[in-house]
């Protein structure tokens, strides 16, 4: 599933629609069907199916015939359309290699408009392994169940919104860019080395000492990292003499990322998460670098005294900034798929996200269809020409109408009377033939007659 950014460039504007039309038709469809697609992009039938094979055969979409014509974005697909809107939001101007791969993401640099190098991560849950997360992560939180595509925007609006908060307090964390969709853009520290690549440290008690007290920091304002270890942890070395790389080492610069599975101190899994933490670091020292821990941070003694009394004294904690945070992102992301005005959402700008089970405009007026506009930025705004719920009518009557033939066509295949054959071929031809609001034939009518009068025949009707 690597990201080809070379074909990016040749996508075309219909490419661009169909690809939204799929993301809004994914709201209540695991595969969205063809007619759908063509009704919320707005594209005639044949152009539609044309553009559908064109993005097949760049892997943007999968197709899926089986049960009916339906198809359905791949994660490909979903990073062109995050990687438009920011694009056009000027947070990014180019992408390059990738750097890194989890279980969970990937990693690319990239660059801006002034030629500032930054990192873009997607989240691609559900791709090889964790597949526990609905259920080991909030990230449903009331909702029943969701896609993969949907937890991946999830987590991505939940670590960008704890990513600012931290990053506003004060702490050593990357430099949040913006967001979209499933990706997040960030500061690139490209002097720090993750602590899982460094073989050999001069002064390991200054190290982990550092790593200790970032740890029991973050924990004393009110939230939990969850995941703190050596993959997690960038380090930047101080040197007596930067310009001298062999001078003594005067201090090491401890940088923290991946914040998807942060929760609050008031958690009930709050401290066993800390201790987890702790032990990760304390194991990671011990087995690596043959230094031992004498002392570790406690729970109740050394983060729940202090994050009570900051709370009291300052009135807020830096979980319930993060929380609030994050249910912005999500309510922008809801005003702006409902197609909002600027002066009803004035922080919105066009172009934002569609979090498909949050959309209120949509659930209080299911009649109103979704339109894409890709003129602007992206924007998805309510059409009422065509909608899904009368779509699914006419597909209801058509099955009804298609299976009373099949059970027709099944019975005159049968060893049957002559006069039955006979009446069912003429049900079948009247059936394919009939139009409202047309007198019967009086061959018809007599037909009728005989049929009533047959008990055998009767029963078909």
């Given at each position: 599933m690597r990201l080809d950014c070379e074909i990016f460039r040749y996508l075309s504007k219909e490419d661009l629609r169909v690809l939204q039309a799929l993301e809004v038709g994914h709201k209540n469809h695991e595969l969205v069907p063809l007619q759908l697609v063509e009704s919320i992009a707005g594209l005639k039938r044949g152009g539609c199916f044309k553009t559908l094979q064109n993005l097949l055969k760049h892997k943007l979409v999968a197709h899926d015939g089986k049960t009916y014509d339906g198809y359905k974005l791949t994660y490909n697909g979903y990073d062109f359309l995050a990687l438009r809107t920011l694009m056009s939001r000027g947070n990014i101007a180019g992408v390059g290699q990738r750097v890194g791969v989890g279980k969970e993401s990937d990693i690319h640099v990239c660059t801006d408009d002034e030629g500032r190098q930054l990192v873009i991560k997607f989240h691609r849950l559900g791709r090889v392994?964790?597949?526990?997360?609905?259920?080991?992560?909030?990230?449903?939180?009331?909702?029943?169940?969701?896609?993969?595509?949907?937890?991946?925007?999830?987590?991505?609006?939940?670590?960008?919104?704890?990513?600012?908060?931290?990053?506003?307090?004060?702490?050593?964390v990357p430099e949040p860019v913006g967001s979209n969709r499933h990706a997040i853009v960030m500061e690139y520290l490209d002097d720090a080395t993750p602590m899982c690549q460094i073989r050999k440290l001069e002064k390991?008690?200054?190290?982990?000492?550092?790593?200790?007290?970032?740890?029991?920091?973050?924990?004393?304002?009110?939230?939990?990292?969850?995941?703190?270890?050596?993959?997690?942890?960038?380090?930047?070395?101080?040197r007596v003499n930067p310009l001298d790389e062999?001078?003594?080492?005067?201090?090491?610069?401890?940088?923290?990322?991946?914040?998807?599975?942060?929760?609050?101190?008031?958690?009930?899994?709050?401290?066993?998460?800390?201790?987890?933490?702790?032990?990760?670091?304390?194991?990671?020292?011990?087995?690596?670098?043959?230094?031992?821990?004498?002392?570790?941070?406690?729970?109740?003694?050394?983060?729940?005294?202090?994050?009570?009394?900051?709370?009291?004294?300052?009135?807020?904690?830096?979980?319930?900034?993060?929380?609030?945070?994050?249910?912005?992102l999500l309510m922008d992301s809801c005003a702006a798929f409902a197609g909002l005005d600027q002066e009803e959402c004035p922080d919105l700008t066009e172009g934002d996200d569609t979090l498909d089970d949050l959309l209120a405009g949509l659930e209080a007026d299911p009649k109103s269809s979704p339109t894409v506009d890709v003129d602007g930025e992206g924007a998805v705004s309510d059409g009422p020409e065509s909608t899904a719920s009368e779509w699914e009518d006419r597909e209801e009557k058509r099955r009804v109408i298609k299976s009373q033939n099949h059970v027709l066509r099944k019975q005159r295949r049968k060893p049957q009377g002559k006069d039955v054959r006979a009446k069912v071929n003429r049900q079948l031809r009247s059936k394919n033939k009939a139009k409202p609001n047309v007198q019967k034939s009086r061959e018809a009518r007599q037909n009728q007659r005989e049929i009533k009068e047959n008990s055998s025949i009767g029963s078909w009707f």
């Open positions: 392994s964790f597949k526990t997360v609905k259920e080991n992560r909030d990230y449903l939180q009331h909702r029943q169940s969701a896609s993969w595509m949907y937890l991946a925007r999830l987590a991505a609006a939940k670590e960008y919104a704890y990513l600012t908060e931290l990053y506003n307090a004060g702490f050593p390991p008690e200054i190290l982990l000492e550092r790593c200790m007290s970032l740890l029991l920091s973050i924990a004393q304002s009110g939230v939990i990292h969850g995941d703190f270890n050596e993959f997690n942890l960038l380090i930047r070395t101080v062999s001078s003594e080492v005067e201090d090491y610069e401890v940088y923290v990322i991946d914040f998807p599975q942060v929760l609050s101190v008031e958690n009930p899994d709050a401290k066993r998460i800390f201790e987890r933490d702790v032990e990760c670091i304390a194991t990671y020292f011990a087995k690596n670098h043959k230094y031992m821990v004498d002392t570790v941070p406690s729970f109740e003694e050394d983060v729940l005294p202090v994050y009570r009394a900051k709370t009291k004294v300052e009135g807020i904690n830096l979980a319930s900034v993060i929380t609030e945070g994050e249910d912005k």
